[in-house]
């Protein structure tokens, strides 16, 4: 029986497992994992395939074969930080990849994630997973911060706006807001285009791209947060749907109309009027420039919005 050649992607790099077959069971699998990873196999968890779909790692007694794994597969190995009463995390409401469908009905919907500095992993996480999970922020972070370590060619300090490695230090604390750099970051290492409907300028910025991914996932930015988009289907038992074929422009179409709907009803914070506090020093600052002129002088990165 040939060796299943499987890509092993974890916070700290990529490697090639070729020491199981299709006949090891997911027992097997988690004790391997477990072995290269050292997290515990209870707190595995694990997405393969593209885009990334969840592993079911409960059924130990299934062979490799049978979860439909197969040679050149990557998995996506991080750990779990918690289950809800009603099973895995990842499998309360989020539709499975292979029941996608372009002409699935219904209609483009936000689902609010909580302001608190980490909003966009939280919301990549919601469409990667379907259920807002807030620890997922600090595997992300460290995500980016190996990702931008080893390529300091691509990421100087000219396009980081400070040094390679303050940056490092930086995105991984959890006061830190993510953005453009950190978008493309999870893009590539998800394997997925991440499409951020912007309602500040009704446009679409669309991560991946160029990368011919074949899904799509939708974020909505109001100037300061980030929030995910879901699709609550109508013909699939009232499920949602996170992810999307790349292809399906009707999709697309949709999310380019809400940005435009969302500008003109003013649904989004204005960076250059309105207020934070810097609760590190209690001064308070007019506008996004302004905050960020005080964190390059200070070394301040604990903001709150004061509201009027």
């Not at 593209?50 to 409960?58: E, F, G, I, S, V």
């Not at 689902?111 to 620890?135: E, I, M, W």
């Not at 999709?251 to 969302?262: D, R, W, Y």
């Amino acid at each position: 029986m040939a060796a299943l050649n499987l890509k092993l992607k974890t916070k700290d790099g990529q490697i090639v497992i070729s020491t199981l077959t299709s006949l090891n069971t997911i027992a097997e699998l988690k004790a391997l994992l477990s072995s290269v990873t050292k997290i515990p196999t209870t707190d595995l968890h694990a997405l393969y395939g593209y885009p990334p779909t969840p592993l079911d790692l409960t059924s130990n007694e299934k062979t490799l074969d049978d979860c439909g794994l197969k040679s050149g597969d990557t998995l996506i190995v991080e750990k779990r930080e918690g289950t809800s009463a009603d099973g895995d995390l990842f499998y309360e409401s989020r539709r499975h990849i292979d029941d996608l469908q372009s002409d699935a009905t219904g209609i483009l919907m936000k689902r609010v994630v909580p302001a608190d500095n980490s909003c966009l992993f939280t919301s990549v996480g919601f469409v990667l997973g379907g259920k807002v999970d807030t620890a997922a922020a600090s595997f992300m972070r460290e995500i980016i911060a190996k990702s931008v370590a080893e390529d300091p060619e691509s990421y100087s300090e000219a396009i980081l706006g400070k040094p390679n490695s303050e940056y490092c230090d930086w995105i991984q604390k959890p006061d830190s807001w993510g953005g453009a750099i950190e978008l493309a970051v999870l893009s590539k290492f998800y394997g997925i285009e991440i499409a951020v409907v912007d309602t500040v300028n009704a446009i679409i910025n669309r991560f991946g791209e160029d990368q011919n991914y074949d899904h799509r996932a939708f974020l909505i930015f109001d100037g300061i947060h980030y929030d995910p988009l879901y699709m609550e289907t109508l013909d699939h038992n009232s499920t949602i749907q996170t992810i999307f074929p790349r292809n399906d422009d009707r999709i697309l179409q949709e999310a380019e109309q809400l940005a435009i709907e969302a500008k003109s009803s003013r649904q989004y914070t204005d960076v250059n009027k309105f207020t934070l506090l810097c609760r590190d020093c209690d001064v308070k600052l007019s506008g996004s420039k302004a905050a960020t002129t005080h964190a390059n002088e200070t070394g301040h990165t604990n903001f709150s919005e004061i509201t009027r």
